[in-house]
């Protein structure tokens, strides 16, 4: 394959479908990427001193505080701030859960795509909302990779991975996009040691390639004995739930988006 034809073809579908509106003395942009409820991200640009200043206008911020997540405090906000840091935002003149980063007119489309791609991700925070009493580990990761994986990869739970014996054992997720899969498996704390071994037992077995095979821990890593999360380690990549991205970011290694998903 051309890479050449490709990069055409994904240019010419982003052109095609981001859309500019007058807004003031600014451009709204409306770019072809969604939030994980469908809404299209949208970002301002307008001019600032001898440059741009480009901000979300703090939708994630605001689609967070509907789902019942404080951004402004405790690991909300702690993801958060990582978010900003990891995408070099430099915030200029930034309200309380806004996204904003500033530059020249050289960098302005580095400048949109990196307040978008922040954005996103923040998007993605929303599993830190308050689940009811009593919902089992394996929903929980179920809601947050759901999350994760918007409208552009699939999932199935109960998902089947196959063993190098030819026969499969189920897992508690699979996630797919252009014929890559990763395979999840929650391992909670009510049963540690039960659920450690089951998981060490399947992916141990597996023919699946092992960053492909992702060990999503409740707790953190104090709540784990060393030994259970090195012997994971051995067949798995391992994640621990209370970690606000660490599981999304391995995610992303083993299933990236692809630009074929880009939604006019």
């Known amino acids: 394959m051309d890479a050449t034809t490709v990069i055409g073809a ?14 003031g003395d600014g451009l709204l942009v409306d770019l072809p990427l969604t939030y994980g409820d469908g809404d299209g991200v949208r970002v301002l640009v307008e001019p600032m001193g001898s ?5 979300d206008r703090a939708t994630a911020a605001s689609l967070l505080t509907m789902a019942g997540v404080n951004l402004l405090a405790g690991r909300a906000a702690a993801a958060f701030a ?4 990891d995408g070099e935002i430099n915030g200029v003149e930034a309200a309380p859960g806004e996204i904003t980063a500033f530059g020249g007119a050289d ?3 580095k400048l949109v795509l990196d307040v978008a791609q922040a954005s996103l991700r923040a998007d993605q925070l929303r599993w830190l909302a308050p689940h009811p009493t009593g919902m089992r580990f394996v929903d929980r990761v179920t809601d947050r990779v759901t999350t994760w994986a918007g409208r552009t990869r699939e999932l199935q739970r109960d998902a089947p991975i196959p063993l190098e014996s030819g026969r499969s054992r189920s897992v508690t997720l699979r996630v797919t996009n252009d014929g890559k899969a990763a395979y999840v498996q929650a391992v909670g704390l009510r049963d540690p040691d039960q659920a450690a071994e089951h998981c060490y037992h399947v992916f141990g ?3 699946i390639a092992r960053e492909a095979r ?3 821990l409740d707790g953190s890593a104090r709540d784990w004995p060393a030994a259970i999360v090195a012997e994971l380690r051995t067949v798995s990549d391992v994640e621990f739930f209370d970690d606000p991205l660490s599981l999304e970011r391995q995610l992303d290694k083993v299933v990236p988006p692809s630009p074929a998903a880009l939604r006019p």
């Open 205 to 207: 077995l597996s023919k």
């Open 51 to 55: 440059g741009y200043r480009v901000t």
């Open 82 to 85: 990582e978010i900003m840091a």
């Open 107 to 109: 960098d302005l489309g």
């Open 10 to 23: 994904v240019l010419r579908a982003v052109n095609d479908n981001t859309v500019i509106h007058p807004y």
């Open 214 to 216: 992702v060990a999503a």
